[in-house]
């Protein structure tokens, strides 16, 4: 079956725009997770989503992050006014409940010049 | 002390090699345990899971120590294609949110 898919695979923007990154989780899937990875460096845990519950923002670095997931399935994160230390790989991952392994999505590549 | 700890490397060794890995975990409550490997500028992927009883899968080998408090990946036999970054991923009870070392890089060298 399809695995997760992340649109737009790559993006550039200039200081000061907003951008959204979008996740298509795998179907069945409740759980739902946002990371990014800068370069060399491991994943930074930023938001999760199980089902119908209010999500975990606990990893969001600042107030110009934030996400959505509309019913439960398709993710948006968008983070408003870039800097260029937003630059980094927004990975999306998806768990069949949150208990088992997750699986990824092929991550955007975000550039803020 | 981190959650969760690996030895950067490189482990630089030649094919056909064994090659382990060791991953430690501070968390005593911690019940899912997970092998993954994430190639150069690609996303990571599941290796394997990781049972109490351990378990392997074909060249590859993954026990759990909770006494310790550490999991370990062995690779037999190493081919070219195994040259990746092995990412060790614990999961605490009553949490939803695994935790991912800064992963462990191999290289297999002809």
């Known amino acids: 079956g399809a695995g997760v898919s992340q649109s737009p695979s790559n993006k550039v923007t200039e200081k000061g725009k907003d951008v959204e990154l979008r996740c298509d989780p795998i179907?069945?899937?409740?759980?739902l997770y946002w990371y990014r990875q800068s370069l060399g460096q491991g994943l930074e845990f930023l938001i999760y989503?199980?089902?119908?519950?209010?999500?975990?923002k606990s990893g969001l670095p600042s107030d110009r992050f934030s996400a959505e997931r509309t019913g439960g399935s398709v993710s948006t994160l968008t983070i408003q006014r870039t800097q260029q230390e937003d630059s980094a790989v927004y990975l999306c991952?998806?768990?069949?409940?949150?208990?088992?392994?997750?699986?990824f999505g092929p991550g955007t590549r975000l550039t803020v010049l | 002390r981190k959650e969760v700890e690996q030895d950067p490397g490189p482990f630089n060794v030649p094919e056909g090699a064994t090659v382990a890995f060791n991953c430690t975990y501070s968390?005593?409550?911690?019940?899912?345990f997970f092998w993954y490997r994430q190639d150069c500028r690609k996303e990571p992927k599941l290796l394997m899971s990781v049972y109490s009883s351990g378990n392997e899968d074909g060249r590859f080998t993954a026990q759990l120590n909770r006494a310790s408090q550490y999991i370990s990946l062995l690779i037999r036999d190493s081919k070219l294609s195994d040259s990746a970054t092995y990412l060790c991923v614990v999961r605490r009870g009553g949490s939803y949110i695994p935790t991912f070392g800064r992963g462990t890089s191999l290289i297999v060298h002809p």
């Open positions: 989503f199980q089902g119908n519950s209010a999500p975990d």
């Open positions: 991952a998806s768990s069949l409940d949150g208990y088992n392994e997750q699986f």
């Open positions: 968390n005593s409550a911690s019940q899912s």
């Open positions: 179907s069945g899937h409740t759980a």
